[in-house]
């Protein structure tokens, strides 16, 4: 960081640098990871939900479902429930963006000479790091239950990837939620739509069961994109199906996270900057 | 007078929300050193007028300068050289006090070694140097609002706002902030101060400007706003209520207008002349007439009956300002700060403003 006073700075004995994109960023990073050193609670009992939805669906729901091609349910259900944790986990950011409005750090961070984008960028890294521990926990709880991934490491990377994209696009899905909902009710407003989201989709019954208009819905899902796309990667078992979307999981397994990213990033953006408005 | 002898200057500022101004041609100059109290009802455009020089809110019309730098066109010279500290602490509740300023110093990009060693410095000057490494949800309100004046002092801003700084704290914590403050306007600080305490105008302000519905309606020091109200007052209060006529037409003969009367405390108050002799005639008079007098007192009007004169309302009590406080939150508002003007809100027993 170079390190210059400005001219007519009202402190001479304080000397700073300038604003840095990537350096506020880091910081704002940082800051994340320290409130959740301080503060582990929540994110306990992020990671405890999903375990406990693994067991529940392994262990209680499981018997009572029958698996496409009489393979393994629990290694059907796995690639779902990785793709679902990244869904579940728009609130976390959500409720940190919507926080730190309504206790005037956003303001504060206005106020300062930070880079603008910094206090978006933060909160986006903070979650992605957050998300690959969700996901290093979920492995472990699929294999705990028996799931196993069958396509090559080349695959099952892939696959991972697939996922944490699906996340990245949600991150923005979340800050632009947090951005422009109110407390308590953001919460709210957030978890009624990562229902709906998760169940209305491939995850757990086969959208050939649902109703012609829900059914083509959930197959459009972008949740259901990448569990197909992962459940073929892993050589998991799952539902075929006849329209475009199903044939072509994989692709719209890229395409649509990047077109949430389009639209959701430049909206958080400039909401962020009409704040001031 | 050029703007650069001014350390804040707003030039016929409006802001529009719909079709109402929330600022309604706003003017301001405030000189480098001093503490400038905003006082004015809710909705007069207080919270409006420090978002706008503090760079949070842009603004439809006009000029303003923080610190010598235009805050529409200049923003982040302007950012570097203010504080803002709002009307709720904002810094992370789970962090510790010392890791909030860490943050906060990295980010005005004091390197991490200057800012750590900032933070101990603050610390140390506002009293939290033992809290520094406790959460901040375990500090009581005075030390949080100590932590974000500490926290908009990092870099040692020429120019501070303080928005409504004591709202909500108890006397005692109030105390700690004004201390606080008079502390950092004697390092050379310049301070724009936005309440709704009368008091803690009259504390901390070298220069007070009135506002209402987006405008500023009067502007002097605390003396020359409570000499507009055209000299001191007398104010009795009689041993015997049966006394009180007698005593209000006593008091009427000297002041030459119609006293206000309190009958509960047998209190009889009006506006004089000459102060000392027109204390000796109200004595005089009573004492030739019987009256008997408990108490008596020649004081200078107070800012509340400033407010009252110039707006035509009362300033909120304490206990008004924390109901509203609630009120508002309870909305779930964010940050938008003063809503638009609800109207006028004038009652009927407006006098004119002297001109």
Redesign the interface.
Known sequence: MTSATLPGTASPDVVHGRPSLLGDSITLTQRSLAHWRRNPGPLIASLGFNIVMVLMFAYLFGGALQVPGGGSYREFLMPGMFAMTMVFGISLTTLAVSADLDRGVTDRLRSMPVSPLAPLIGRAVADMLFAVVTLAVMLLAGLAVGWRAHGGVGDTLAAFGLILLLRFALVWVGIFLGLVMKGQEAVAGVQTLEFPLGFLSNAFVSPATMPGWLGAIAEWNPLSATVGAIRELFGNPGWGGDSWAVQHYPTMAVIWPIVLVVIFLPLSMSKYRSLSR | MTAGNYAIVAEGLRKRYGDRYALDGFDLQVRPGSVCGLLGPNGAGKTTSVRIL?????FDEGRAEV??FDVARQA??V????G?V???????????GY?NLV??G??????TK?ARQ?AGELLERFGLAEAGDK?VKAYSGGMRRRLDLA?GM?????VLFLDEPTTGLDPRSRNEVWVSVRELVRSGTTVLLTTQYLDEADQLADQISVIDTGKVIAEGTPDDLKARLGGDRIDLVVHDAADLAAASAQLRQVAGAEPEVDADRRFVSAQVGHRAAALTEVLRGLDAAGVAVEDVALRRPTLDEVFLHLTGRRPQTVEEAEAAGKAKKGK????KGDEPNAGPARSENVEEVPA
């Open positions: 503090s760079t949070l809110l842009g610190a010598g982040d010279q950012r570097y050289r203010i803002l709002g009307q709720n602490a904002a810094v992370d509740e789970v962090l510790s890791q943050i906060f990295r980010l005005f990009h004091l390197g200057h900032r959460p926290a990092i870099l040692t801003p020429s779930g508002k964010k940050g």
